[in-house]
């Protein structure tokens, strides 16, 4: 496995690697890997075959953070992410800091205007312009005919496959279903900074929100979900909401798929879940 820190040395590198008739497959992560990203690395794994490769990048991308705060407490335990891909079989682990990745005076950004407004995108203003800014300087960069994301992350997912088909971005999206721990619990790097008490709490998220799409009505599976979620003292809603599983819109009625989606905040630590309604 190669580690390269640069946007110069991974392109040498990957012109080199496989030469060009091989598949390249991304995973673009922000490291404090755990078995959801192991999960992607097996799907990046079977897409890019026998001749192809596999290149995983670990970015903690500042301009998608939306508190200093959150930014400066997220885990980069490096040497164990590292490990992690050599025993996953990663070929190419790109792990640049800012400097290598935003020029100081960096005055582009890509932005999408639809499905990006609701849900994480306004509760955390920037935050998908900076997803959708490095996610498309990763491709671009690692050159990857494909890249894989967690379906954990429903409105990035949404959010990507909507700038690659509307800027003709020639990398297939492949999409991986959310693993939980054994209580339900969706995997998540964040998870690792959750005290024992409130990670005892926390799989109530999911439980709520499974219980509570059950239900017919709207009104009613919101109203419930709220509840389970507040039943606790240690979880404080950011927000709840029945979309449209396509438009990402709020719905009144259920008359198509919808997605029953929740961020909730344990202390200064946010978690994000969804269920889909069928
Ligand atoms: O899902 C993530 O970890 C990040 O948002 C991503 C896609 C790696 C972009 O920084």
Redesign the pocket.
Known sequence: MQVVATGVELRELLMEYGGVAGRRVLV???GALHHGHLELVKRAREAAGPAGSVVV?I???PI?FDRSDDLEAYPRPMASDLEQCRAAGVDVVFAPDAGAMYFSDRSVTVSESLLSRGLCGAARPGHFD??CT??LK?FLLSGCHAAV??EK?FQ?LAV?RRMVRDLDVPVEILACPTVRESDGLAMS?RNARLTDKQRADAPRIHRALTDAMKLGGVADILAAARAGIEASPLARIDYLELVDAETLQPVTTLTRPAVLAAAVFYGDVRLIDHVAVK
Do not use: K
């Open positions: 673009p992560t922000m990048s970015f903690v991308n998608q900076g997803v490095v996610v990763l994301f967690g992350d990035q990507i790097s």
